[in-house]
């Protein structure tokens, strides 16, 4: 990785780790759904760009970069389209993402039982990469998905609640293959 490239994906995570313990912090409080909602996502654009960053996965990058770059223009459809192709692939930075779009319903219906599918297989696939790579910051970043995993529970009833555990098990299953049906 070059210097700037080092730079770079030492500040992100460094930022993400600064929001991640505000959002640890003021998952003690009682939150409403706005204040879950900014929580979330004020750590989710951060999340695919520190894992990327970190990880070096050349080969999905450039399809990441151009999702984010979709989302912060606010085309979620193109950016539900590029995370979600990553996401089949095994990426859990494009998997996080997609638990958040469906969490705040950017680009597709909201719908929390496939975010907390999203975010089940996410955190799960970021903590493997992290055992891999024994790397902390993506511990760290596997961590705060399954928190927003958990706080996504919190709005659900226990039936769907199951029924999305069922959801991530099947896609795994499958090769993270036809997830949203």
């Known amino acids: 990785m070059s210097k ?3 730079f770079i994906a030492g500040y992100v995570a460094v930022t993400v780790f600064e929001h991640s313990i505000e959002f640890r912090n003021r998952a ?3 939150f409403t759904r ?3 909602r900014k929580a979330i996502m004020k750590v989710a654009t951060l999340i695919a760009a520190a894992v990327l960053a970190s990880t070096g996965i050349e080969a999905r990058a450039g399809q990441m970069e151009d999702a984010r770059a979709a989302y912060a223009k606010g085309d979620f459809a193109t950016a539900f389209r590029l995370g979600h192709q990553a ?9 996080a993402m997609l638990g958040y779009m469906y ?6 219906a909201r719908n929390y039982m496939l975010a907390f599918m999203w975010f089940q297989l996410a955190a799960a696939q970021l903590e493997k990469e992290a055992r891999l790579k024994k790397d902390n910051k993506l ?3 596997s961590r705060d998905t399954a928190q927003a995993m958990d706080l996504t529970a919190s709005l659900m009833t226990p039936a769907e609640i199951t029924e ?4 991530a098990y099947q ?3 499958n090769g993270f293959k036809s997830c949203d049906r």
């Open 4 to 6: 700037v490239g080092g």
């Open 139 to 141: 511990f760290d970043l």
């Open 103 to 108: 969490h705040d319903g950017e680009g597709v």
């Open 171 to 173: 896609c795994q299953a």
């Open 87 to 95: 996401a089949e692939k095994g990426d859990g930075s494009a998997q």
């Open 34 to 36: 706005q204040n879950v």
């Open 164 to 167: 999305a555990h069922r959801k």
């Open 28 to 30: 003690n409080l009682d």
